[in-house]
DNA sequence: CGTGCCGTTGAACTTGGTCAAACGGTGTGG
DNA sequence: CCACACCGTTTGACCAAGTTCAACGGCACG
C-alpha cells in the first residue's frame, strides 16, 4: 500500500488528520501511482486540464516559457505538494509543468478529491490550508524577485527548501536533498546561470553551506536567515519544530536588516 | 443599499450569479461598509487576522515593508475584489495592507460569507473561481519579476490593470482610471521611480498610452501587448469582451515575441 | 574513448540603481 | 494675493549589479 508520509508530515504540524482521514486518502490515490523521468513535461501551455496531482518523491514544477528559450519557474512542488488544485475552472493550461527530478505523483481525478473532502471535511480543511501557504509562499517570491539582491534571493530560497524539506520529513538536520541544477536556480530566481554559479561559490565560502551532488547542508542557519531576509512564519511550520529552536531573535515586525557583520561581503546590499 | 457592480460584473464573465445570489451577497455587506482616506494601512504585518474585505470602489494593496524603508507591493485590489479569503488559517498577517486610493469596502466576518457560501454553493464556486484567477495573477507577476526588462514589466502592469478595470466595469474602451503613483508603480515592479519615470516617458513617447492626472489611455493596445508579452488569457475575461476582439494574433502556445518594428526602441530586450 | 551536460571562470557590456537637484502643481498660512 | 512648503515628477551624472559571450574542466554515460 502507497503511504502519504510527506504530506502527513506536512499536515502534522497545524493540520493534523485523523486515521480515518488518512486511510480516506490513502484509499484515493490505491492503483494512481505514475512514475516520470527528470526533466518531462507533464503537460505544456495550452493543454487541456489535466486531474490533480499529489506528489510522493520527487521535485517537480510550473514554469513559464519564453520564444527565445528562456524560461521562469513560478512555483515547486517537493513531496507532499499537491498540484493542480487551483484550475478547477479553467479549460487550458495557462502554463507548463515539469519534473526536476525522477518523479513519482498519484494522479487523482478533481472528482474524487472533492468527494473525500466532502466525506471528511478535515481533509477538505486541510486542502484550503495548503493552498493558503502555497500563495504566501507566492508571496515571498514576488517579494523576493522585487527587492532581493542575487545573494539574497539564493538564500531566501535555500532557507525556504529547507524549511520545506523539514516540514515534509525529508530534512536531516539542516541537510536536505537538492535535486535541482543551478541552471533551475536561475530559473527560479531570475538569474542568469553564470551569476548563480558566482552567488552560489560566495555563499560556500562564506561557510554558510555546501552542496556536492545534490545534497545541500546548511552550516549557518542563523545566519543565512539573516542575510536572506527570510521570516520563516509564512511556511507555518509545526511550533515544535527544531528549525525553529535554533532560529535567530529576529523580530518578526519588520524584515530583518543583515548584521554588521556581513556587511564586508559583497553583494549582500 | 449597496450594489457590488464591480464584483458582478467580473463574475458574470465566467460564473454569473442568479437574483438570488446577488441579493444574498448585497444584503451580507449592510450596515459593513466602510471608509478610509487614500494611503492608508488596513493592517501591519505581525497584526490579528482580519474579517474579509469586499472593494466596493477604490484601489488598496498588499506590501511586505522593508527595514530600510524600501517596499514590494505583492498583491493589488480593484473594486470587486476581495481581500483576506486566503488568510483564514493563519493568527497573524505575514505582511501589511493598505489604501492606495481613497477606499470603500465592506467588512464581512468569514463565518457570514461561509455560510453564504453554503446556502448558496454558486457563491462558493465563484469564490474559488476568484482565488484561482488571483493565483494566475501572481504566477505572471513572478514572471514579469523574473525576466521581463523594465519596461515590458511596467506594459505588462498596464495591460493586466486595464483588462481588470474592464472586467469590473471601470473602463471606458481602453482608457481607465490609475490611482497609482510612479512610486507605487515601482513598488509594484521591483524597479526605482527614477526607472518608472523614464520608462513611462518612453511609452508615451512611443505612442503606446497616454497618462495624465490619474487617467491612463492606451492608445495602442495590440503593440503595448506585444511588447509585454502579454497574454490575457489567465484572466479568464469574458468571450464577449471587446478588448479581445481586438487583440493581436499572438499564438497562444509560447509567450510572443516583439515585433520587428519594436527592435528600434530601446529597453525592451 | 568520444560526447554532452553541468559547473566554473574571465572579460566586456548593459540595465537599472543611486545620488542630487530642479521643476510644477497644490494646499496653507500670513 | 503672494510666499512658502510639500509632494510627486523629471532630468542628469555616475556607479554597480547582473548579463552576455566565450572558453575550459570534470564527470557521467554511451
Not at 493542480?84 to 495557462?94: L, M, P, Y
Not at 500563495?135 to 534571493?153: C, D, E, K, P, V
Not at 542568469?192 to 561557510?207: D, E, H, K, W, Y
Amino acid at each position: 500500500m502507497i503511504v502519504l508520509n510527506p504530506l502527513f508530515s506536512k499536515l502534522d504540524g497545524k493540520m493534523p488528520l485523523g486515521q480515518e482521514e488518512r486511510a480516506a486518502l490513502a484509499g484515493l490515490i490505491q492503483s494512481k501511482a505514475r512514475r516520470l523521468p527528470a526533466r518531462q513535461d507533464l503537460y505544456v501551455e495550452g493543454d487541456a486540464i489535466s486531474p490533480i496531482r499529489i506528489i510522493l518523491d520527487g521535485w517537480a514544477c510550473r514554469y513559464e516559457q519564453f520564444a527565445d528559450g528562456r524560461r521562469q519557474i513560478v512555483e515547486l512542488f517537493l513531496p507532499g505538494d499537491i498540484m493542480g488544485q487551483d484550475c478547477q475552472f479553467v479549460e487550458r493550461q495557462d502554463h507548463s509543468a515539469c519534473s526536476i527530478s525522477a518523479l513519482s505523483y498519484a494522479l487523482v481525478p478533481r472528482s474524487e478529491l472533492d468527494a473525500v473532502a466532502r466525506q471528511f471535511p478535515a481533509i477538505g480543511q486541510a486542502l484550503l490550508w495548503d493552498a493558503s501557504v502555497a500563495a504566501a509562499i507566492h508571496r515571498q517570491w514576488i517579494r523576493s524577485l522585487g527587492r532581493l539582491s542575487a545573494t539574497q534571493r539564493i538564500a531566501h530560497l535555500f532557507c525556504e527548501l529547507l524549511y520545506r524539506s523539514a516540514r515534509a520529513g525529508l530534512a536531516r538536520g539542516t541537510t536536505f536533498d537538492m535535486p535541482m541544477g543551478q541552471r533551475d536556480l536561475g530559473d527560479a530566481r531570475g538569474l542568469s546561470t553564470v551569476q548563480v554559479n558566482r552567488t552560489v561559490q560566495l555563499l560556500r565560502s562564506a561557510g554558510l553551506l555546501e552542496w556536492r551532488r545534490r545534497i545541500v547542508e546548511i552550516s549557518d542557519l542563523p545566519r543565512l536567515t539573516r542575510i536572506a531576509m527570510f521570516r520563516p512564519n509564512y511556511l507555518e511550520l509545526a511550533p515544535d519544530s527544531e528549525l525553529l529552536m535554533s532560529r535567530s531573535d529576529t523580530g518578526p515586525e519588520i524584515a530583518a536588516r543583515t548584521g554588521p557583520e556581513d556587511r564586508d561581503l559583497p553583494l549582500f546590499r
